[in-house]
């Protein structure tokens, strides 16, 4: 039994290697499609299964992705970190709000001073549509936040650093499970103000103002984890707006 899940465990690896492999030798780039299954598991004298098993782990490292009817590529697009092991320690070890924005201030603000260097066109006018659309969603939180997260993503994009990009990624998935359970508790007052700091982001990075860039990040990140720290204490006569009823 040992011996047979050794060879299996090694079979898989040797798909993961293949690819990798091919990978580095710039014989896959950024959205190639994959050989079929039955052709890899040809070229690498392994069951299909196998291949399979495979290419699920390589797509839960974001390295491929699948696309129903079509067939396994390379993703199009800065690289994805998975957010499940992120999610695990999270839980393991019981990350902190204030650990969270920190982590956030350390990425965001210096993606906002980069993305005002080198932002193109094109990922400015994405930008600038996530802020529009964060003021046309200020009567449902839900729908806000998922701009929200959308305006932090393409800021990060306009970065034109992968890496950078990846890591905003991936704790953006996590920010996102955890504050959608208290997005409805948002007031009207806390809505207009982040997106209006999210607008006058937008706006230094058009200006190419690098240090206003990163400034008003760090301004709009501290803002809202003051406030978030205040919400489990769920006060609905503070001033500031009325707090919203939550969503059925």
Do not use: C, W
Request: hydrophobic share 40%.
């Amino acid at each position: 039994m040992e011996s047979t899940t050794r060879t299996r465990q090694g079979s898989t690896e040797q798909v993961i290697t293949h690819i990798r492999d091919r990978i580095a030798r710039r014989e896959l780039r950024p959205g190639d499609r994959l050989p079929p299954e039955r052709e890899l598991a040809t070229q690498l004298g392994v069951s299909r299964p196998t291949v399979r098993a495979g290419l699920r782990a390589l797509a839960a490292m974001g390295v491929i992705e699948s696309r129903h009817g079509s067939g396994t590529y390379i993703p199009v697009g800065p690289p994805r970190l998975g957010s499940e092991p992120l999610s695990f320690l999270a839980a393991l070890h019981g990350f902190t709000r204030e650990e969270m924005y920190e982590a956030r201030r350390v990425l965001e603000v210096s993606a906002a001073g980069l993305a005002a260097e080198r932002a193109t066109h094109e990922d400015l006018a994405e930008i600038a549509e996530e802020v529009a659309s964060l003021f046309a969603a200020m009567n449902d939180p839900l729908e806000f936040l998922v701009h929200d997260i959308r305006f932090h993503r393409a800021v990060a994009a306009a970065a034109h650093n992968p890496i950078i990009a990846s890591l905003v990624e991936m704790v953006s998935a996590l920010y996102y499970e955890r504050r959608r359970e208290t997005a409805t508790l948002a007031t009207d007052r806390n809505l207009h103000d982040a997106a209006e700091l999210h607008r006058r982001v937008y706006q230094a990075i058009r200006s190419r103002d690098v240090d206003q860039a990163r400034e008003l990040m760090n301004e709009h990140l501290l803002h809202s984890a003051a406030y978030q720290a205040e919400e489990p204490q769920g006060r609905p006569g503070k001033p500031g707006g009325r707090r919203r009823p939550p969503a059925h």
